[in-house]
T-cell receptor
Framework: DTAVSQTPKYLVTQMGNDKSIKCEQN?????MYWYKQDSKKFLKIMFS???????INETVPNRFSPKSPDKAHLNLHINSLELGDSAVYFC??????????FGPGTRLTVT | QKEVEQDPGPLSVPEGAIVSLNCTYS??????FMWYRQYSRKGPELLMY????GNKEDGRFTAQVDKSSKYISLFIRDSQPSDSATYLC??????????FGTGTSLTVIP
């Protein structure tokens, strides 16, 4: 049974489109995250939610908007996609002061 | 200067070798330290989690933290081809927001 799941796994789209990535965790964790991993494998935090409340909002273009309908879900909506948005996006979850469990990633390619 | 510095490698070793992976950091407030392993096209998975300074051992893996030098290490003994992956260090001051290194790519040759 998958702990942290993301959909879709692959996403190929054109510049200017709007797309969403969904994340769900069944671990009962209070905190969820979105990370972006570039082609050089650098993993950078974008957002963190704790009990549906935004607690970390790194310097990310406001074209990126996270939404947490409940503490088991954290979705990422991206408007007006740009070539530089191409990356692998990872969702993760954790309980307080504990390890983060990562999802399998969503490989986004913007053409 | 990045919060966390990690040599990206690539590192290539023969099977059975001892592997040493390292990260340095600049923020003296960091007190939570993690090592993740990431296989190609997969999400990172936790290997070791250490709080504050000292050593921690788990099977063939040993994590060391030297806060005075702002330096952490991961040692892999008797390396196996299945250890071939990218290893990411991560650290945090609060246990909420973690800063990751760029990852070191390791290949263990049979």
């Amino acid at each position: 049974d998958t702990a942290v799941s993301q959909t879709p796994k692959y996403l190929v789209t054109q510049m200017g489109n709007d797309k969403s990535i969904k994340c769900e965790q069944n671990l009962g964790h209070d905190t969820m995250y979105w990370y972006k991993q570039d082609s050089k494998k650098f993993l950078k935090i974008m957002f963190s939610y704790n009990n549906k409340e935004l607690i970390i909002n790194e310097t990310v273009p406001n074209r990126f908007s996270p939404k947490s309908p409940d503490k088991a879900h954290l979705n990422l909506h991206i408007n007006s996609l740009e070539l530089g948005d191409s990356a692998v996006y990872f969702c993760a979850s954790s309980s307080a002061l504990d390890e983060q469990y990562f999802g399998p990633g969503t490989r986004l390619t913007v053409t | 200067q990045k919060e966390v510095e990690q040599d990206p490698g690539p590192l290539s070793v023969p099977e059975g070798a001892i592997v040493s992976l390292n990260c340095t950091y600049s923020n003296s407030a960091f007190q939570y330290f993690m090592w993740y392993r990431q296989y190609s096209r997969k999400g990172p998975e936790l290997l070791m989690y250490t709080y504050s300074s000292g050593n921690k051992e788990d099977g063939r893996f040993t994590a060391q933290v030297d806060k005075s030098s702002k330096y952490i290490s991961l040692f892999i003994r008797d390396s196996q081809p299945s250890d071939s992956a990218t290893y990411l260090c991560a650290m945090s001051a609060t246990g909420n927001q973690f800063y990751f290194g760029t990852g070191t790519s390791l290949t263990v040759i049979p």
